[in-house]
């Protein structure tokens, strides 16, 4: 129910008259429960029901949370917020009822709506708010969040509870017909001085909880970004901490590291390799076209999976063939299969008496009236 200032929740008090109003409430009231006494049985005892209903869903949500050590799960951050249901809010949801099935006079209607709305508002608040919090609590306490992004917490706590309360009391205000224009506005001023002042560390703060949220890496994973490499040490509530493949400490800041493209290296499920064979110039045309099954069979017998084979390129002094296979995704696997491979490649190419190329260059003796001459050119007659 949302009221305008011409039309408030409540009755306008007239100063000096309390009295009479207060005595024509009593007398409304007593007027009431004896012309609908039978209507007020019925609502109170529907009331009761549903008092007891929600005390038996608070006593299941208080039972999960426990269950699940708070945050263990979405079962137990709903059973959180279930568990914070206030007695306050019970209370006049079953005045409410009573007084609107039972046609209560104006007085009493108006009082009962006006003590639901406060009590409904603020008990969603409390809700929303222990959601928010179980949420946030579940993905900081897990895998990958630092002390530092957890002690972190309470300022996240503050910020999301007076946001929230905030909000809650300009509704209320709102419909006890307070004109909040101007107290929307103040909040909203204030918001953004504070967010102007602060906003590079906000800035890496949301960037760390996206991190935390989204997962795109976790706290010991090894990911890429630019032309940097490194092991997660720590997701701060500022920055993250890689340790090099070198050894060095690198720091980078939670926003920046965002707006890069991340490659989750230890996310893979498998490495490729590539190698690049400068076959003689001098093999054979059919011996060139045997060699892509040759190297799939070396590829295969070495327990890798093969990719594909075949001819590139015309190099300077040989012909490019290339071949591509896929290895276990852990480093060791991947360095110890590169290893057993070229070996192989090796091998079977010695065995086949198949040459790689070596950079070579030919002369050639220019001669008056004869043009080029070769140097493997037999010696000119007299």
């Given amino acids: 129910m949302t009221a305008n200032k011409t039309d408030p929740l409540l009755p306008p008090i007239v100063p000096g008259d309390y009295r009479d109003q207060l005595g024509s409430f009593f007398k409304d009231a007593w007027q009431w429960i004896g012309s609908h006494w039978l209507h007020i049985l019925i609502a109170t005892g529907i009331a009761v029901a549903l008092v007891a209903l929600l005390r038996l869903a608070r006593h299941w949500g208080v039972q999960a949370c426990r269950s699940g050590d708070g945050t263990a799960n979405w079962y137990a951050i709903f059973g959180r917020a279930v568990g914070k249901t206030g007695n306050f809010f019970m209370a006049m949801l079953a005045a409410k009822l009573v007084v609107g099935y039972a046609h209560a006079p104006a007085a009493i209607n108006s009082t009962a709506t006006f003590l639901f709305t406060i009590a409904s508002v603020f008990q969603a608040a409390v809700w929303v708010r222990e959601i928010v919090f179980g949420v946030i609590e579940?993905?900081?306490?897990?895998?990958?969040?630092?002390?530092?992004?957890?002690?972190?917490?309470?300022?996240?706590?503050?910020?999301?509870?007076?946001?929230?309360?905030?909000?809650?009391?300009?509704?209320?205000?709102?419909?006890?017909?307070?004109?909040?224009?101007?107290?929307?506005?103040?909040?909203?001023?204030?918001?953004i001085a504070i967010g102007l002042a602060?906003?590079?560390?906000?800035?890496?703060?949301?960037?760390?909880?996206?991190?935390?949220?989204?997962?795109?890496?976790?706290?010991?994973?090894?990911?890429?970004?630019?032309?940097?490499?490194?092991?997660?040490?720590?997701?701060?509530?500022?920055?993250?901490?890689?340790?090099?493949?070198?050894?060095?400490?690198?720091?980078?800041?939670?926003?920046?590291?965002?707006?890069?493209?991340?490659?989750?290296?230890?996310?893979?499920?498998?490495?490729?390799?590539?190698?690049?064979?400068?076959?003689?110039?001098?093999?054979?045309?059919?011996?060139?076209?045997?060699?892509?099954?040759?190297?799939?069979?070396?590829?295969?017998?070495?327990?890798?999976?093969?990719?594909?084979?075949?001819?590139?390129?015309?190099?300077?002094?040989?012909?490019?063939?290339?071949?591509?296979?896929?290895?276990g995704a852990s480093l060791a696997e991947f360095y110890q299969s590169r290893h057993e491979v070229g070996l192989a490649i090796i091998a079977r190419l010695n065995a086949e008496k198949i040459d790689l190329a070596y950079?070579?260059?030919?002369?050639?003796?220019?001669?008056?009236?004869?043009?080029?001459?070769?140097?493997d050119s037999p010696p000119a007659q007299a």
């Fill in 198 to 327: 602060a906003q590079g560390i906000f800035a890496d703060l949301f960037a760390a909880l996206a991190i935390l949220f989204d997962r795109p890496f976790r706290v010991g994973e090894t990911i890429s970004y630019d032309k940097s490499t490194g092991t997660v040490e720590r997701i701060g509530l500022k920055s993250t901490r890689l340790r090099a493949g070198s050894g060095e400490l690198r720091v980078i800041s939670n926003k920046n590291l965002l707006d890069k493209e991340i490659a989750n290296v230890s996310e893979r499920f498998y490495r490729r390799v590539t190698f690049v064979l400068n076959i003689a110039r001098w093999t054979p045309a059919e011996t060139l076209r045997a060699i892509p099954d040759m190297l799939k069979q070396v590829v295969e017998g070495e327990k890798c999976v093969f990719v594909h084979a075949g001819f590139i390129a015309f190099g300077a002094s040989s012909y490019d063939m290339q071949v591509e296979f896929d290895t």
């Fill in 138 to 191: 579940y993905r900081t306490t897990g895998e990958g969040a630092s002390e530092s992004l957890v002690s972190a917490l309470g300022i996240i706590r503050l910020l999301v509870t007076v946001a929230l309360f905030a909000i809650a009391l300009v509704v209320v205000l709102s419909n006890l017909g307070v004109n909040v224009t101007g107290l929307v506005a103040g909040l909203g001023v204030g918001g």
């Fill in 359 to 375: 950079p070579t260059q030919t002369g050639f003796t220019a001669a008056p009236g004869i043009g080029l001459i070769s140097p």
